[in-house]
C-alpha cells in the first residue's frame, strides 16, 4: 500500500516537471516568434540609408556622359575624384555655347538609358508586386522580405562590375531585370533624388514589398493600442535616417566620389540579409497537395473578385460610379506625380548646375518641410470640417501650381520656396483607401485594396518609362516641357473628384 501511495507521487511529481517543461518550451517558442522592435528598426534604418546610396546614381550616370562629351574627353574611363569637379566647373561656364551643347546631351543620354531600365523592369515589378503580394502567407514572410535584399544585392555587384570594367550599356538594362524580378523597386528611381525626399510628395507615398513585409511584422508585434504609435515611430526613423543621410552622402560625393559609397550600399544589404536570416523567424506555411488544390482554385476565384470588385452589380448605381471616379484620379494621379522623376536631372542642368552638396541639403529640407507642413495642413484641413473628397481637390490644386512654379523656376531659393507647395500636394496617395473604404462592404476591403495597390505599382512603372522618354527629346529646346505636361494632365484627378 505504501509502495503504490510512494508510486503515484512519483508518476505525479513527474508529470508535473513534464508539464513545467511543455509551459517552458511553449514560452520559449512564443518568444521566438516575436521580432524585436529594435531589429526591425535596424532593418529599416539599413534599407533607407542603402536606399538613399542607390538613389545617386542618376547624378553619377549624368557626371559620367557629361565626361564622355567628346569635346572634353576621348576616353571612356571614369575617374571618381574628378567627375564631380569636372561637372561643376563645366556648368559654371554656361556662357559657352558648347558647354550648354555637352549637358543637351548628358541629359539626353542620361534619360535614355533611364527610359531603358525602367521599361526592361517594368514588366518583372508589375507581376512579382501580385505574386508576391497575394502568396505571402505561402511563402512566408521572411522569405518575401528577404528577396528584394537579395534582387537589390545582386543590382549593387553588377553595378561595381560595370563601373569597375567598364561594361557596355546593355549591363545596366539586366540588373534593372534581374532586381525587377526580386520585387524591388529600387530600379524604378535611379534618377530621382531620394525615394523618401526631392520632391516630397512622389518620393514619401512608396509601395514596394520589402515596406509591406515590414508593416505585416510590426503589426504583428505589437499589441492593438500601441499599434499606431509604433508605425509613426518607425516612419519618424525612416525619415531621420533619410535625411541625415542625403545631407551626408552630398558632401562625400564631392570628397571621394560614387564608388565607395556603393560598396557601403552592399555591406549595408548583406548586413540586412544577415540580420533577417537569423533574428526573423520563418513562417512559411505548409500544405498538403490536396490544400494545395484548393489553394489554386481559390486564387484564381479571388483574382477574379478582385478584377470585378467595384462592379456596378455589388452595390447602387451611384456608389459604383463615385468609385470608380475615386479610382480613376488615384490611377492618373499615381501616373502624373512621375513626372517628377526627371527632377534630379533638371536640377543638374543649367541654370541650377547643383553641386552633388546642394542636392544633399535640398533632400534633407525637402524631408523636413513635408513632414512637417503636410501633417498640419491635414490637420488644419480636418479641423475646419472639410472632407476628403474637398481635401483631394485641393491638393491636386497645390500639385499643379508646384510644378508651375518648378517649371518656370531660375533660381535655387525658388525651388526652396517650391517644396512649400509640394508639400500640401500628395493627399490623394494618403486617403483613397479611406475613400473608397467608406463605400465598401468589409469583406470587399481586402480585395479592393490589392487592387489599388496594382494599379499603382502599374501606373508609376509606365510613368517612370514615358516621362524618362519625354524629358530626353525635349530637354534640348523645351527643358521645362515635362513640368508643363504634368501640371495639364493633373485637372484629370482634380476634374474626377469633383
Given at each position: 500500500m505504501?509502495?503504490?501511495e ?8 513527474k ?9 517552458l ?26 536606399t ?32 564631380q ?14 558647354d550648354?551643347?555637352?549637358q543637351?546631351?548628358?541629359?539626353q ?12 523592369s ?11 503580394g497575394?502568396y ?9 522580405l528577404?528577396?528584394?535584399m ?18 557596355p550599356?546593355?549591363?545596366w ?8 524580378l526580386?520585387g ?20 514619401f507615398?512608396k ?6 513585409v ?11 493600442h ?5 508605425f509613426v ?27 565607395d559609397?556603393y ?9 540586412s ?6 533574428f526573423?523567424k ?11 488544390n484548393?489553394?489554386s482554385?481559390?486564387?484564381t ?23 470608380l ?12 506625380y512621375?513626372?517628377?522623376?526627371v ?17 544633399g ?7 523636413i518641410?513635408?513632414g ?22 485641393l491638393s491636386?490644386?497645390f ?7 518648378t ?18 500636394g ?7 483607401m ?10 470587399e ?7 489599388v ?5 502599374i501606373?508609376?512603372?509606365?510613368g ?9 527629346r525635349?530637354v ?5 516641357f515635362t ?13 474626377s473628384?469633383?
Amino acid at each position: 500500500m505504501i509502495d503504490l501511495e510512494s508510486s503515484i507521487r512519483h508518476e505525479k511529481k513527474k508529470q508535473q516537471s513534464v508539464d513545467s517543461l511543455a509551459i517552458l518550451c511553449l514560452s520559449l517558442r512564443a518568444t521566438m516568434t516575436v521580432v524585436s522592435s529594435y531589429t526591425i528598426a535596424t532593418v529599416l534604418s539599413l534599407q533607407t540609408l542603402s536606399t538613399c546610396i542607390i538613389f545617386t546614381l542618376g547624378q553619377y550616370i549624368y557626371s559620367y556622359y557629361l565626361q564622355l562629351y567628346p569635346y572634353y574627353s576621348n576616353t571612356t574611363v571614369i575617374h571618381f575624384h574628378s567627375t564631380q569637379k569636372n561637372l561643376s566647373d563645366k556648368c559654371l561656364k554656361t556662357s559657352l555655347s558648347l558647354d550648354s551643347t555637352a549637358q543637351a546631351w548628358a541629359q539626353q543620354k542620361s534619360a535614355d538609358l533611364f527610359f531603358w531600365t525602367n521599361f526592361w523592369s517594368c514588366i518583372p515589378i508589375i507581376v512579382m508586386t501580385y505574386i508576391l503580394g497575394y502568396y505571402t502567407p505561402k511563402l512566408g514572410r521572411r522569405f518575401v522580405l528577404l528577396l528584394p535584399m537579395i534582387g537589390t544585392t545582386i543590382q549593387l555587384i553588377i553595378w561595381l562590375t560595370i563601373i569597375y570594367s567598364n561594361l557596355p550599356e546593355y549591363w545596366w538594362y539586366i540588373a534593372a531585370f534581374l532586381v525587377g524580378l526580386s520585387g524591388s523597386d529600387n530600379v524604378r528611381s535611379k534618377s530621382k533624388l531620394n525615394n523618401r525626399s526631392l520632391f516630397c510628395f512622389v518620393f514619401f507615398y512608396k509601395f514596394s514589398i520589402l515596406d509591406f513585409v515590414l508593416n505585416l511584422f510590426i503589426t504583428e508585434n505589437t499589441h492593438e493600442h500601441e499599434r499606431s504609435t509604433h508605425f509613426v515611430l518607425f516612419g519618424a526613423i525612416s525619415m531621420i535616417v533619410s535625411a541625415i543621410g542625403t545631407f551626408a552622402i552630398g558632401y562625400y560625393i564631392a570628397w571621394q566620389g560614387f564608388n565607395d559609397l556603393y560598396w557601403t550600399a552592399l555591406i549595408l544589404q548583406i548586413m540586412s540579409i544577415f540580420i533577417v536570416v537569423f533574428f526573423f523567424k520563418s513562417d512559411r506555411h505548409r500544405t498538403l497537395p490536396s490544400a494545395s488544390n484548393r489553394l489554386s482554385k481559390h486564387s484564381t476565384s479571388n483574382c477574379f473578385d478582385i478584377c470585378t470588385v467595384f462592379s456596378f452589380k455589388h452595390r447602387s448605381q451611384k456608389k459604383s460610379l463615385a468609385l470608380l471616379l475615386t479610382l480613376l484620379a488615384y490611377a492618373s494621379y499615381s501616373f502624373i506625380y512621375t513626372a517628377f522623376i526627371v527632377l534630379l536631372l533638371y536640377l543638374l542642368n543649367a541654370p541650377f548646375c547643383w553641386s552633388s552638396k546642394q542636392i544633399g541639403n535640398y533632400s534633407a529640407a525637402a524631408l523636413i518641410c513635408f513632414g512637417a507642413l503636410s501633417m498640419l495642413g491635414m490637420k488644419i484641413l480636418t479641423r475646419l470640417g472639410a472632407s476628403d473628397t474637398m481635401i483631394c481637390i485641393l491638393s491636386h490644386v497645390f500639385f499643379i501650381l508646384a510644378s508651375l512654379w518648378t517649371a518656370f523656376a531660375q533660381y535655387t531659393w525658388q525651388m526652396y520656396v517650391g517644396l512649400i507647395l509640394c508639400s500640401f500636394g500628395g493627399y490623394q496617395h494618403l486617403l483613397t483607401m479611406s475613400m473608397i473604404s467608406k463605400w465598401l462592404e468589409p469583406y470587399e476591403r481586402t480585395n479592393a485594396f490589392t487592387l489599388v495597390t496594382e494599379i499603382n505599382t502599374i501606373m508609376k512603372v509606365l510613368g517612370y518609362c514615358i516621362f524618362n522618354w519625354i524629358y530626353a527629346r525635349t530637354v534640348v529646346n523645351y527643358k521645362n516641357f515635362t513640368f508643363l505636361l504634368a501640371a495639364a494632365l493633373a485637372f484629370i484627378p482634380l476634374i474626377s473628384n469633383m
